[in-house]
């Protein structure tokens, strides 16, 4: 006994992926979604982007957090590589500032291209 067809064959399957991201644009992707897996990293990130003047200095960034100058200045680097701070050395005190670009960049990973 054989049931009846009830999908049409050439109807089913049919590829609703337009476009995707290469390689390294995913590899970039994950790097920075890794580092806004972390709550303090957010956090961080938050604090900086509403700093006076767009940036903050390390020292300001230890207590709002209750970690430690080394903690942070480890959770700063993974942001950095990432790519979502910038970081400038003045005198014995490192600066970092939001990258929009790689906030950016970030979500578009994920939009309908």
């Not at 940036?55 to 700063?76: F, K, N, W, Y």
Request: proline share 3%.
């Amino acid at each position: 006994m054989s049931l009846p067809l009830t999908i049409e064959q050439t109807a089913c399957c049919v590829p609703r992926v337009t476009a995707t991201l290469t390689s390294d644009e995913a590899e970039r992707a994950a790097r920075v979604f890794k580092a806004l897996g972390d709550s303090t990293r957010v956090m961080l990130l938050s604090l900086i982007a509403g700093s006076e003047g767009g940036e903050a200095c390390i020292c300001d960034l230890t207590e709002p957090v209750g970690l430690s100058q080394g903690t942070v200045s480890h959770h700063m680097k993974l942001l950095t590589e990432a790519g979502l701070v910038t970081r400038e050395q003045r005198g014995k005190w490192a600066y970092f500032a939001v990258n929009d670009g790689a906030l950016d960049a970030a979500a578009d990973a994920l939009r309908v291209r």
